[in-house]
Structure formats: structure tokens, C-alpha cells
């Protein structure tokens, strides 16, 4: 999935890419996610640590979101 972070957000780079890996074993093996951005910095999580931190970045942005509805 690639991410456009936007410009502006120095010293973050504007573009990066999500991903789902999994290593190639013959038992079952836990899903990562990772996050790449320009200029090489990473992010690698497990997925069962990626859901609830998703979660709650998604309800601080639509609490900003809200925030913004109301001061218009």
C-alpha cells in the first residue's frame, strides 16, 4: 500500500510503503507489518501489535478531525 505522507513534514520523507510479510517455514508464522518510507527508515511490527495501535491512531485522528469540524 503506498503511503503518502505529504510534503512539508520534514524531516519525514513524503512518500513511503506499507506491507504484510511472513516468513516461508513449514509451520505457521506470524505476519508482520512494515512500514517503509523514503530515505530508508522502517518500522516492523508483528500484525498482533499493529491492530490495537492502528486502532488507536485512528480514533486520535477522527477525534482531530472532530476537533476541526467544531472550531469551523
Known amino acids: 500500500m503506498p503511503l503518502n505522507i505529504g510534503a512539508g513534514n520534514w524531516p519525514i520523507p513524503p512518500t513511503g510503503v506499507a506491507f ?3 516468513s ?3 509451520w505457521r508464522c506470524s505476519a508482520f507489518l512494515r ?3 523514503d530515505g530508508g ?3 516492523s511490527m508483528p500484525v498482533e501489535s499493529a ?6 491512531l485512528s480514533e486520535l485522528v477522527a477525534s482531530a478531525m472532530a476537533d476541526e469540524e467544531v472550531s469551523r
Open 20 to 22: 504484510l510479510t511472513e
Open 51 to 56: 491492530a490495537p495501535l492502528l486502532a488507536a
Open 41 to 43: 527508515a522502517q518500522l
Open 24 to 26: 516461508v517455514a513449514p
Open 35 to 37: 512500514v517503509v518510507v
